[in-house]
Nanobody, 121 residues
Framework: QVQFVETGGGLVQPGGSLRLSCAAS????????LAWYRQAPGKQRELVAVITSSGSTKYADSVKGRFTISRDNAKNTVYLQMNSLKPEDSAVYYC???????????????WGQGTQVTVSS
């Protein structure tokens, strides 16, 4: 059974930083591409960042230069370092595993409970 547990969210002031972690189980972690998504109230879930099995990364334009995705295959964990946070980054953040092919990330239906990030003064 695939399971993701996201942690690290919280309340932070604009300009601040947070580091999210997502521990995975039930998958052969090292062979999958991994992604972070976010969903704000009333909005669709959006793809934030992807890291492939080889370590290549892709980012949404809205977070490029501020967020960094990384992975530790020994710990079956994917991270999202978020710097220079803005109020519009407020959302529930989820991780996911899938396939990255020809510039497109194909997600699976396995999702964790998410972790809430709130950016507010």
């Amino acid at each position: 059974q695939v399971q993701f547990v996201e942690t690290g969210g919280g309340l932070v002031q604009p300009g601040g930083s947070l580091r999210l972690s997502c521990a995975a189980s039930g998958i052969t972690f090292r062979i999958h591409s991994l992604a972070w998504y976010r969903q704000a109230p009333g909005k669709q879930r959006e793809l934030v960042a992807v890291i492939t099995s080889s370590g290549s990364t892709k980012y949404a334009d809205s977070v490029k230069g501020r967020f960094t995705i990384s992975r530790d295959n020994a710990k079956n964990t994917v991270y999202l370092q978020m710097n220079s946070l803005k109020p519009e980054d407020s959302a529930v953040y989820y991780c996911n595993h899938g396939t990255y092919y020809s510039g497109t990330y194909y997600s699976t239906d396995a999702w964790g409970q998410g972790t809430q990030v709130t950016v507010s003064s």
